[in-house]
């Protein structure tokens, strides 16, 4: 709004006080308050006759429902866990500035929700776009504790006649820590045993899916990947996608036959319908696979239909369905240039058999462990030494920024298959990727103003540059959104601004947040083990696992009939 009125010279103006006034006064007008009490708990529910497991729920529903708002308002979320553990909720994609108390990362920037208590997240919806809220604690998000947050914008730059949300999920027949168990396992051939997901589109089973098109009209359709492990494809027979948003960023239209969301990821696409009604035709939300290197399972083909009359008969047309967009080609509708970096963080991602032989996550080595106090309350508590990452813990993986540099994130992706890898509280330029294997090193760069989102997918062997300013203090964590790496440790912390944190946050906290923790009794000063002193996790390196050396996995895969000869010898 601001920049609307920039160029009409208005701030030049001498009524220019009382124009901010009124813009003011209007924003408050317009803005509303959405208030609603969850239940958190368990819920039945049955996949099409096929089984029946315990999902999580809200309010006695599952799939559940999602979230719709406008730029500008409040979002209150009264959430009582009925659960048999804590719970968290995280709104993903949504920066907390000044509230990263409220961002949901259990043992992070909060204690959770103790078992029969209750929280109540604040959260300002200053942005406007595609996002959704899920669980932070241990792998609830497999589990089900997830939905849809869709903001709208007032000032919406692309026009359409109807929107559709439309939220794709994996769903498995064994709760996730069954799962767990499973790839945790040191020996190959319980580690590499196939899952076959089953695929849940727009809160049905993919197959019975309609989109209902009118002829000649122009449909947003917000794609999400909602789920907790694969990546989907989406695609529409006879039909083409016009790419304007990812992760919450607006983007110059772009031309496809496919989008690429990964776990975590979301996109907006323009589709404008037939002027026949014909025929009916067949969307894909195809699911790739490649954490199973097996032909049959790569990729999952899902499909649903795009319904013009229901005596219509689906006319099949095949295209190019599985030709992408890349990020690197995307420019954001606020052509900001690209940063240069201040502090560049090199992250190499591995996964391999620990010392406590078990298979695990790590960056640089380090495997992620859950600090006795949030790091949020050692960063607000400890005073100076704050800015030593000692007092965080070593397996917190803690790196210091300093307000407003540019950071620069390089990942290198070791392992055979990719990582959605998400950063909370900010978006990040995605600035170049490449394969990193030296024989054939294949680089791609940006454009001058590259495209910013908050999730990237980075291939096995390849890596990624990203950069973001540092303009958010607070606690924010950066890990892969597939739920059962980041329960195998495949995630780190950025502390941002510590003296920052400590005087804009330290007054804010609600009472409500210490009492969580207190009836769970974790401690809510001191560095990670609770003491008040600069330490690492001395203690604790003796049980918190490390890598062995030589067992890591490499970035090639094991082949089709190795893993077969795997499932055949276990």
């Known amino acids: 709004m601001h920049i609307f009125l920039a160029e009409r010279g208005l701030f030049r103006s001498p009524t220019r006080p009382i124009l901010l006034l009124a813009l003011a006064l209007w924003c408050v007008a317009h803005a509303a308050t959405i208030e609603l009490s969850w239940d958190i708990e368990y819920v039945d529910y049955n996949m099409e006759g096929m ?7 809200i309010n006695g529903q599952w799939p559940i429902p999602g979230v719709v708002a406008n730029k500008g308002d409040t979002l209150i979320i009264h959430a009582t866990n009925k659960l048999k553990e804590p719970a968290s909720l995280h709104s993903h994609g949504i920066f907390q500035n000044g509230t990263n108390f409220y961002d949901g ?12 208590g209750t929280f109540t997240y604040i959260v300002n ?3 406007a776009g595609t996002y959704w809220i899920h669980s932070h604690f241990k792998s609830q998000t497999a589990d089900g504790l997830r939905t849809t947050l869709v903001i709208r914008d007032p000032d919406e730059v692309y026009k359409y006649d109807d929107e559709i949300i439309l939220p794709l999920e994996d769903w498995f027949r064994e709760p996730a820590k069954t799962l767990i168990k499973q790839f945790n396992n040191p ?3 319980i580690r590499f045993k196939p899952i076959v997901p089953y695929a849940i589109i727009g809160g049905t089973c993919s197959s019975k899916k309609r989109l209902n098109f009118a002829p000649g009209k122009t449909y947003r359709i917000r794609l999400l990947n909602i789920g907790a492990s694969f990546d989907f494809h989406f695609s529409m027979e006879a039909h083409t996608l016009r790419l304007i948003e990812v992760d919450g960023v607006m983007v110059k239209e ?20 037939l002027n026949s009604t014909d025929n009916n035709y067949v969307f894909h939300a195809d699911m790739y696979t490649d954490l199973l290197q097996m032909p049959r399972y790569n990729p999952l083909n899902f499909t649903g239909t795009i319904e013009y009359s229901p005596r219509a008969k689906i006319k099949r047309e095949r295209s190019a369905m599985w030709m992408n967009v890349s990020d690197l080609d995307l420019e954001p509708l606020d052509a900001e240039p690209m940063l240069e970096a201040d502090q560049i963080v090199t992250l190499d991602a591995y996964s391999g058999v ?9 960056f640089n080595n380090v495997t992620y462990a859950v600090p006795q106090t949030p790091t949020l309350l050692t960063a607000l508590t400890m005073g100076d030494y704050a800015n030593r990452t000692e007092v965080y813990g070593k397996q917190t993986d803690t790196h210091i920024l300093k307000h407003l540099d540019v950071i620069q994130i390089v990942v290198n992706n070791h392992d055979y298959y990719s990582h959605p890898f998400h950063l909370h509280g900010h978006v990040f330029q995605v600035i170049e990727t490449g394969n990193i294997r030296s024989k054939e090193r294949r680089v791609k760069t940006a454009l001058d103003t590259p495209v910013k989102r908050d999730t990237v997918i980075i291939g096995g062997g390849h890596y990624a540059i990203l950069r973001f300013r540092a303009d958010n203090p607070g606690v924010w964590l950066f890990h892969c959104h597939i739920d059962f790496h980041i329960m195998l440790g495949l995630q780190m912390t950025f502390v941002e601004a510590p003296d920052k944190i400590q005087s804009r946050l330290k007054s804010k906290i609600p009472d409500m947040y210490r009492e969580n923790c207190v009836a769970q009794g974790i401690k809510t000063t001191g560095n990670a083990l609770g003491g008040s002193e600069v330490m690492d996790l001395g203690e604790q390196d003796q049980i918190n696992p490390s890598p062995y050396p030589d067992q890591f996995e490499s970035a090639d895969p094991p082949s089709g009939w190795m893993l077969i000869s795997y499932i055949l010898q276990g």
């Open 51 to 57: 089984f029946t497991r315990k999902a999580i729920g």
């Open 105 to 116: 990362a259990a043992m992070v920037t909060e204690c959770g929700i103790p078992m029969n």
């Open 125 to 127: 919806l200053n942005q």
């Open 187 to 189: 020996d190959p051939h």
């Open 254 to 273: 772009r031309t496809t036959h496919g989008v690429t969301v990964g776990t975590g990821q979301r996109a907006s696409v323009l589709v404008t319908a």
């Open 354 to 362: 620990f010392s406590d032989q078990s298979f695990r996550h790590s």
